[in-house]
């Protein structure tokens, strides 16, 4: 891009990578120097937490408000008992009611920890889209909103195209997605007076067509703005990992575990994520992702320990590094090192190795479990697993074993 950005939100998202595209970057410009300028991003409650990949979008906003802006959470708990079809090859299950509320709730204790709510003018605020979308009218609904949507323009957008291409099914139900997310977009402008919408570039039609409805219906400019879909060095979408989703609450995944995450990235993308996960200077982030050899270790621990304090705190952030050097350095067990409880009654006299991995949920099945011995890649108490048939035994009731599974995920089976 070869705009120079005046406002300290579009230099800033500029500077550290986060910008994809936007819908016009010198009117967006001028607005966020002439004053407050409320921007949202929506998410769908389809988990009972948000995960990595949603991590790059909520900076986002976080940086919005430190440069002065005004940051809306739009929960979709509305627009969840639809389905955002963009870029599935299925339709997603249909949640009830009581699921879509238990989701929020515990997707809402991670927005605390990276924005200020409040009363403020720069406060957060957080908005729930089945406000306005669970009492429509179907009939006013077309005869005031569908009527300012195009069929034809609809297909050809790439979310809808790429599924009809591969002649995959798409429900009218899914279809409507895309008109009630334009819908936000005119109702948070209209009581909120927002005027930027942010999101993922896979979400760039949607936003254009919030744009589109809001000028046709009460001819007000409102802005779009895109961050890049990321993926990892390697072609792996970020967020994920072998063992699944990289989830932001506690809950669900350890601050040890996630600290482990952000400490095994590849060296490449060390320094594009301490732009994008941390708030330390570009200049830093160049610096520290230029290392090489062992030194871009040494990166990877403030890397890892940066992006825990935000979501976890400082003590969750030194307690997980701790427990990584207790564990890979001088091979012990560390205190945040994760717990699995396997009841003695399941133990029982004893069981395989194989069956004690699946029993301890270590891994999903007893294949996986030979495979790992075979690959010399199972080690309790520090030492080497050879044999998957061999016996954990029942006398190891009321004790602790540390169990490792390769060279970077590490757990504590308690027997009791």
């Known amino acids: 891009m070869t705009y120079h950005a005046k406002s300290d939100f579009l230099r800033v998202m500029t500077e550290r990578g986060f910008l994809a595209d936007c819908t016009d970057y010198q009117a967006l410009d001028e607005a966020l120097v ?220 350890s601050p040890y575990d996630f600290w482990q995450f952000w400490r095994n990235t590849t060296d490449a993308d060390v320094g594009r994520f301490l732009k994008l996960y941390t708030e330390l200077p570009v200049d830093e982030c160049d610096r520290l992702g230029a290392l090489e050899g062992s030194a871009i270790n040494d990166a990877k621990i403030i890397l890892a320990n940066q992006v825990t304090t935000l979501l976890h705190g400082a003590e969750a952030a030194a307690n997980a590094e701790a427990t990584a050097r207790a564990v890979f350095e001088q091979g012990g067990v560390g205190e945040d090192l994760e717990v699995v409880t396997l009841p003695a009654a399941t133990l029982g006299d004893g069981l395989s190795v194989t069956h004690f991995l699946v029993a301890a949920g270590l891994v999903a099945s007893g294949k996986e479990a030979k495979r790992l011995v075979a690959e010399h890649g199972l080690r309790f108490n520090n030492d080497l697993v050879t044999d998957a048939n061999g016996t954990v035994s029942g006398d190891l009731i009321g004790t602790e074993l540390k169990v490792s599974i390769g060279k970077k995920k590490h757990r504590l089976v308690r027997m009791a």
């Open 34 to 253: 002439k004053g407050v300028v409320p921007a949202y991003i929506g998410y769908d409650a389809t988990a009972a937490s948000l995960h990595v990949g949603h991590l790059l979008n909520i900076m986002m906003l976080r940086w919005l408000q430190k440069t002065g802006h005004k940051p809306i959470t739009l929960m979709g708990g509305g627009t969840t008992k639809v389905g955002d079809p963009s870029f599935r090859a299925d339709e997603r299950p249909l949640l009830t009611p009581a699921q879509i509320d238990a989701n929020i709730a515990g997707m809402n204790t991670v927005f605390a920890r990276y924005l200020s709510y409040g009363d403020g003018p720069t406060d957060a605020i957080m908005l729930n889209n089945a406000e306005w979308l669970d009492g429509l009218n179907y009939l006013d609904f077309l005869r005031d909103i569908g009527r300012h949507f195009s069929v034809n323009r609809m297909l050809a957008f790439e979310s809808v195209k790429s599924r009809l291409d591969r002649e995959q099914s798409l429900s009218f139900l899914e279809f409507n997605y895309m008109i009630l997310q334009a819908y936000d977009f005119l109702e948070i402008n209209r009581r909120y007076g927002c005027l930027l919408q942010m999101g993922g570039s896979d979400q760039w039609g949607n936003i254009i067509n919030g744009i589109d409805l809001t000028r046709r219906v009460i001819d007000q400019q409102i802005f779009g703005l895109t961050s890049p879909l990321l993926t990892t060095s390697d072609g792996r979408k970020m967020g994920k990992s072998q063992g699944g989703a990289v989830w932001l609450n506690g809950a669900m995944l």
